[in-house]
C-alpha cells in the first residue's frame, strides 16, 4: 500500500519497547525522521522497499513530538493519506493547542484506547477514529517456564511520564516501613527519586534482558499515573506475570487489565500500598495474577496488532483515493479490537429474557451502543443513514459463544447460551427497527440458517447443493393475494457466522444495484423501473403452507435512487416482449462472476447489507449433516416507518418495544 512511517524512537528503558515498535510489523514500509522532516531534511531510519510515491503516512507520534509533521506532509505530499496516532490523556490534549491542530490535519486518527477514541469525537474530531491498543513483544519479557515466582527483587517502578513523583516516594516509604524494597528506572525516576536509603534503588538503565529478568522476579509494579492512555511498562510486566498496581484509569483497568483487581483511587496511596505488601508476602496470590496476566496479553501483542493497522491503513487509503478520484467504495471491513471483543462478550453475557422480548432487546441495543468502538458506530451510523457510496459493512472479531453446540441438522436449535443473539440483536438496533416476519421461520426475530438436508437442492437458504442467485430479501404474506414487495421487504439484513463450513467453501456474494444497473442500457433500466414484472413467493416463506409459491402482480424490479426489490433465486419472470429483453439483459449482468464482491464469513464475522442498495447471494458448499456445518443467524431492520394497510403490517412481528412504529405505518 506503499507505506512510510514518520517518527522516531521514544522509550528511555527498553529497546523493545515503544509505539514506534509498529513501524516493523510492516517491514516493507518507509521510515522517516520526523525531527529531520521538521529540519527540513529527508532522513530515512529505513529506506522502502518500493520507489512508489508514498499512498499513506502514519506519523506515529502524531499529537506529540509529532505535531509539526501533518502540515510539513501535506504540502510536500499533498495527494497521500496522513494518519496520526494520539498518545496523550484527553485532559492535556484539549489544552494542547498544536496538538489538536496536527490530529484535525490528519485524514485519520490512530488511538491506543476506545476511551481516548471517544473522547476525541466529543471534543469535535470528525476525522475517521481507529482505536488499535498499544503492543508489546511478548516473547521479550515473558518468562522462559511457567508463572514466574518473586525472589525478594521486592517493588517496581518503570517509565517517566506522567507519573506523580510525591506519590511515588509516598509508597516507597510506606514499603520501606514494611521491609520491602523498591528498585525505579527511567529518566524521571533519576530525576525525581534520588535514593535516600538501601530501600529505595533509583538504578541506571539496564539491559533488556535484565528488565526482563526484574518484572519475572519482582512482587509487582507500581505505576504511579496522573494520567495515562496506555503504557508500555504495564505491557511489559503483563508478559512477564507481574502483577500491576495503577490508579483506575479507565483506559487502563477496562482496556488492558480487564478487572480493578489491583486498582486504587488516585492519591489513595494506602490502599496501593496494601495490594503490593499483598503480593510480596503472598507468593501464591502472586502466581495465580501471573497466569491472568500472561493469558491476557496475547490479545496485545504485536503480531496480533498488525492486521487492525493494515486494515486501518486500507481503508483511510480506499476512503482518501476514492474521494479524490470520485469513486464509490461499496463495501467497508473492520475488525473488533481484543479488549472491545473481551468487554462486549462479558457484558452481553448478562441479558436475560426471551430473545423476541424487550427485556433482551434494549439492554443489548444499549449495550452495543456503549461498548462499540467509535469508528464502528460511526461506520452503522453512516450506513443506517445512507452517507456515502457503502452498500455493506462487515465487522470481524465479534464475540461466539464460547461453548457453541453442534451446528443443528433440522429446524430444531438447541442453543443454551445466547451470547451471539445478544450481539447480533444489540448491533441491529443502530440500524433500525427489529423486524420479523409470521411466515419465515415461525416469526424468530433472531433466525438460525444452517443446511437442511430435506432442502438441499432448494432455492432457499436451507440449501447447499445449489447456489442462491442474486436477490433482495423479499417479505411474503401466504394468505393474502396481492402482496406489496417495497412496503413490507425490510431495510437491511445482518448475517453473523456462528460457524464457518469446515471447507471453507461457502462464499456470500455482494453486488451494488448501482454497478448492476450500470452494466445495463438506458432504456432496459427504464423499463425495469415499470410494472412489467411478476416476483414469485420466496421459498422459505412457503415452507408450512401448500408451498405452491403464488407469483405477485406486476411490479417495477428498481425504484428511485437506485432501490431494487427483486429475486433471481426464487423466480422472476417479465410479462410482455420488452420486458422480457430487460430481463435477460439483467441476468446476463448478474452472471458476470468478476462483478462485485466475494466474502468467506468466519466465526465472528458480521456483514451488514442495504438491502434497497445491494443484492446479494450464496456459493453451494459441502454440507455433511454432521454437526460441523456452516451455521449462520440473521436479523431483518427495518429503518424508517413507511405507508401501508394495517393488514400488511400484521404480516411483522417485532418486539413490544418497536412495535408501536410499526403499526402507525
Partial sequence: MDLVFVGDRCNDHSPSSGYDQVCSLFPEAGWLSGRALEAGRIEWHRAPKSAAVPRVFHVIYGDCSGKAVPAILRERFPLAAIISSAHQPIVRLRDDAPACAALRASDAIITVSEVQATELCDLGFTAPIYPIP???????????????????????????????????????????QAGVRSIAFGAGA??????????????????????????????????????????????????????????????????????DLDAFEPGRYDLAISRLLHYARDPSARAARSGVLMARV???????????????????????????????????????????RQRLGRAVCEHDGAVDSAAFVDPAVDTARRLLPPHIRDACERLARGIGPEVALRIRGLPIDPDLPPTPIHGIVRKPTRM?????????GQFGDLVAYRDEKDGAL???????????????????????????????????????????????????????????DAFTRLVAVDTL?????????????????????????????????????PVPLVRERSRSCFDLACGLRATDADAQRALDALRAAAADPGLGHRFALDEGDLLVIDNRRALHGR????????????????????????????????????????????VRM
Fill in 517 to 553: 444497473l450500470s452494466r445495463i442500457a438506458a432504456e432496459d433500466r427504464r423499463i425495469l423501473e415499470s410494472p412489467r414484472f411478476q416476483l414469485r413467493a420466496p421459498y422459505s416463506f412457503t415452507r408450512g403452507g401448500d408451498q405452491s409459491r403464488p407469483w405477485s402482480e
Fill in 446 to 504: 433472531v433466525q438460525n440458517v444452517f443446511p437442511l438436508p430435506e432442502e438441499r437442492a432448494a432455492p432457499s437458504n436451507g440449501s447447499s447443493d445449489v447456489a442462491l442467485d442474486l436477490h433482495n430479501e423479499i417479505a411474503f404474506r401466504r394468505d393474502e393475494a396481492r402482496w406489496r414487495t417495497y412496503e413490507a421487504s425490510p431495510d437491511f439484513l445482518l448475517l453473523l457466522c456462528l460457524r464457518p463450513p469446515p471447507h471453507a
Fill in 134 to 176: 498499544h503492543g508489546v513483544w511478548r516473547d521479550i519479557f515473558r518468562p522462559a517456564s511457567g508463572p514466574p515466582a518473586p525472589d525478594g527483587t521486592g517493588v517496581l517502578m518503570v517509565g517517566s511520564f506522567l507519573r506523580d513523583w510525591d506519590g511515588a516516594r509516598q509508597v516507597a516509604d510506606g514499603l520501606a
Fill in 420 to 428: 451471539s443473539e445478544a450481539v447480533i440483536v444489540g448491533i441491529a
Fill in 298 to 340: 496475547a490479545s496485545f501483542d504485536w503480531p496480533r496488532l498488525a492486521p487492525l493497522h493494515a486494515e486501518a491503513y486500507e481503508d483511510v487509503v480506499g476512503r482518501h483515493v476514492a474521494a479524490g478520484r470520485g469513486e464509490a467504495r461499496e463495501v467497508r471491513s473492520m475488525t473488533l479490537p481484543p479488549a472491545a
Fill in 619 to 662: 456459493s453451494a458448499f459441502v454440507a455433511q449433516a454432521d454437526g460441523a456445518d456452516r451455521w449462520i443467524q440473521r436479523v431483518y431492520v427495518r429503518r424508517h416507518p413507511r405507508s401501508g394497510s394495517a393488514d400488511e403490517q400484521e404480516a411483522l412481528e417485532v418486539p413490544e418495544r418497536q412495535r408501536a412504529a410499526i
Fill in 190 to 259: 533519576r530525576k525525581n527519586l534520588p535514593a535516600h536509603d538501601a530501600s529505595l534503588e533509583v538504578s541506571p538503565r539496564v539491559t533488556e534482558a535484565e528488565l526482563a529478568s526484574l518484572y519475572a522476579r519482582s512482587a509487582a509494579l507500581f505505576l504511579p499515573f496522573l494520567e495515562a492512555t496506555a503504557s508500555n511498562a504495564l505491557l511489559e510486566a503483563m508478559a512477564a506475570g507481574c502483577p500491576v498496581i495503577c490508579p483506575r484509569l479507565p483506559s487502563l483497568i477496562d482496556e488492558y487489565l480487564g478487572d
